[in-house]
């Protein structure tokens, strides 16, 4: 009796919980397609708002596509032999490189973005450009690409595949692109979701960095939630949720939520 | 090229990127941070001057708030999901971890949603006192956003700990006639305490840095992020918001190697 009430009680905590993160999300994705949200759902459900968000702000989405999708360039290059050499070496000098490469989570993105201003404001064809915001995103991401390809060579025995093949007489180029990185897969797999879904919402740096001429969703989302009533906010929003549900449902099929919290974006 | 070689040139393109737009520009920011009218002494002006003190306060005592709330709220559903399975928990997990991906603004605009001018609240206090709540851009519309973005967080991690936990413990105490409450807090919760110490630092580190949800929320309380936010762009004070975030970082930074040492893994501070 006593546990059946401690169980209802925990439940129903649970679930008020659960109501407070999903209601909102919820009822955004239905003021999105609301003819008008004061007068509730009667009013009608519409498309106009989402067609008016595509007129206005479609170019914030591809941009924020081409960003994401450079990034994930950028960090697969950059991050695969990073991984690949720091694993090769573990002693004291890749400790501190690893440390290194992941203070850029441990500081807030506006330190790290006013940082890049004062260093690169001067030059100001980078700094008009979205490659400047590239390079915040990849520093940013970096650690993720890192630490997830880190953590399959981790589990699969890098060392003796490496010898093996180069018994065979294979180059070490060869070994990489042949047997490394096709057995470092999964890892390449669940750290590209990730870097895609954090650079796709990343808004602290991308405020910061970013001209009228370069602005990305978040940026946009910002713009709207400020400026432009609540039905196109939320048809803004709306646009936002069905491009990262993909990405999370995608993440928890291959990577797993489950495997804790070190994969997780902000 | 031989294998040794072979390694060095994996770390090149890496060296590159982080020199060139991490590890330069973060010494620049140090540098500019004691550039100013102060100099150095703008570090100090964080402690020092009594309105940007009063913001720090603000910002640690919001963050605190935060912390411990996320903990109790991540501590209770956590244990109860990762102990009982029935219909609809992987959807009730679903639920809570679905807003890990959001970023801060879109967490400002849930708020907005819910306690806003024309937010949900504002609806159910007006039908049930006569009087409509509005209080998304107020210190607790704050505090909400913040464990909005906190509990999925920190629930995570609980519920990771919890299943590392030893039943038969638990259960030795249930034999010898302990009650319910006494095996949360004399067997559960002292085992779960590195799992709580890491996620509350975490937690605590990613309400100081946060940025968006306060920008959207643009609330008259001052945070940290945008007292530098508004000194750089709207005071032009440079050296200052440079010193201020130098500090900021180095705060966050600080506890988040506490979390590690504590098990965690640091996560991006954020929101």
């Known amino acids: ?266 | 090229m031989s294998k040794r070689a072979f390694v060095r040139f994996c770390f090149v393109p890496l060296a590159v990127l982080v020199t060139a737009f991490f590890v330069l520009p973060m010494a620049r920011l140090v540098l500019v941070g004691a550039s100013g009218d102060q100099g150095l002494r703008a570090y100090a002006a964080i402690l020092l001057d009594p309105r940007y003190r009063a913001t720090l306060f603000n910002t640690v005592s919001l963050a605190a708030a935060t912390t411990i709330a996320s903990l109790v709220v991540a501590t209770i559903s956590g244990l109860f999901l990762q102990r009982h399975r029935f219909l609809g928990h992987s959807l009730l997990v679903a639920m809570l971890t679905f807003p890990l991906a959001f970023p801060g603004v879109v967490v400002g605009f849930m708020i907005i949603l819910l306690a806003g001018r024309q937010g949900l609240l504002g609806d159910v206090t007006l039908h049930l006192f006569g009087t409509k709540e509005v209080f998304a851009y107020s210190l607790q519309g704050l505090f909400l956003g913040y464990l909005y973005f906190s509990i999925p967080r920190v629930i995570l991690t609980i519920m990771a700990a919890v299943e590392k936990l030893d039943p038969s413990l638990e259960e030795a105490a249930r034999t010898l006639g302990a009650s319910p409450w006494r095996v949360v807090r004399d067997v559960i919760l002292p085992a779960l305490a590195p799992a709580l110490i890491a996620s509350g630092a975490i937690a605590f580190a990613t309400a100081m840095g946060a940025f968006g949800t306060a920008f959207t929320l643009a609330t008259d309380v001052a945070v940290l992020p945008m007292l530098i936010y508004t000194e750089f762009t709207l005071s032009a004070n440079i050296a200052l918001a440079a010193a201020l975030s130098v500090g900021l970082g180095l705060v966050t930074w600080a506890i988040l190697a506490l979390a590690r040492s504590y098990g965690g893994t640091s996560i991006a501070a954020a929101g």
């Not at chain 1, 008008?36 to 009013?43: A, E, P, V």
């Not at chain 1, 960003?67 to 290059?77: D, H, K, M, N, Y």
């Not at chain 1, 690169?120 to 650690?143: K, N, Q």
Request: proline content about 5%; overall charge positive; glycine content about 8%.
């Open chain 1, 1 to 266: 009796m006593r546990d059946r009430l401690i169980f209802s009680a925990q439940l129903l905590f649970t679930m008020l919980v659960a109501a407070f993160l999903i209601v909102p999300a919820a009822l955004s994705m239905l003021a999105g397609i609301t003819l008008n949200y004061f007068r509730g759902i009667q009013s009608g459900l519409t498309l106009q708002w989402v067609v008016q968000v595509w007129e206005l702000y479609s170019d914030t989405i591809f941009r924020s596509l081409v960003i994401a999708l450079a990034t994930l360039g950028v960090t697969l290059v950059v991050g695969i032999p990073a991984a690949y050499g720091l694993h090769l070496r573990s002693d004291r000098f890749s400790r501190a490189i690893e440390e290194i490469i992941t203070l850029p989570l441990a500081i807030p993105g506006l330190a790290l973005a006013l940082a890049l201003l004062l260093t690169y404001g001067g030059f100001s064809d980078f700094r008009r450009s979205w490659l400047f915001i590239l390079a915040g995103h990849a520093v940013y991401t970096l650690p993720f690409m890192v630490r997830s390809v880190l953590a399959v060579f981790g589990a699969i025995d890098v060392k003796t595949l490496d010898e093996g093949a180069a018994s065979l007489g294979a180059s070490p180029w060869r070994r990489f692109r042949d047997v490394i990185v096709p057995n470092a897969a999964p890892g390449i797999l669940a750290g590209s979701l990730m870097v895609v879904t954090l650079s796709l919402g990343e808004f602290n740096l991308t405020w910061m960095l970013h001209t009228p001429l370069t602005k990305t969703l978040p940026v946009g989302l910002a713009d709207s939630y400020a400026s432009m009533r609540l039905e196109v906010a939320s048809a803004y929003t709306l646009v936002f949720f069905v491009m990262i549900i993909p990405l999370l449902v995608a993440m928890q099929i291959f990577a797993g939520y489950r495997r804790g919290p070190t994969v997780l974006p902000r």
